[in-house]
């Protein structure tokens, strides 16, 4: 079993910036694939990030490609993840969730191709 655990979320007003960590420990692989996705009310979840554990490449969604930055620590068997958001927008808010998947990232940002997830954290955005 892996455990999932963020934190970092808060209210910030628009243009702000804001930092999500998230922290996996468990049975983790050393070969991984961490993620973000958000979800606002009575929306559908929404990939925003991800990193691979061995080439370090990274994918963002279009919506906040030039704003967020997704970055790992790896040392000493640490699988941590950040989500540095800046300029942040209303249209940002939502509850953030940090997902795994045991192997390489698969190019993608589906919610199904995730094992592991967090119980998230908010984001507020007020403009």
């Known amino acids: 079993q892996v455990q999932v655990v963020e934190s970092g979320g808060r209210s910030v007003q628009a243009g702000g910036s804001l930092r999500l960590s998230c922290a996996a420990s468990?049975?983790?692989?050393?070969?991984?694939?961490m993620a973000w996705f958000r979800q606002a009310p009575g929306t559908e979840r929404e990939g925003v990030a991800s990193i691979d554990s061995g080439s370090g490449n990274t994918l963002y969604a279009d919506s906040v490609k030039g704003r967020f930055t997704i970055s790992r620590d790896n040392a000493l068997g640490k699988n941590t993840v950040y989500l540095e958001m800046n300029n942040l927008k209303p249209e940002d808010a939502a509850m953030y969730y940090c997902?795994?998947?045991?192997?390489?990232?698969?190019?993608?940002?589906?919610?199904?191709?995730?094992?592991?997830w967090g119980q998230g954290t908010q984001v507020t955005v007020s403009a």
């Open positions: 468990g049975d983790m692989y050393a070969r991984n694939c």
């Open positions: 997902a795994i998947i045991l192997s390489r990232c698969r190019g993608g940002l589906w919610a199904t191709d995730f094992q592991y």
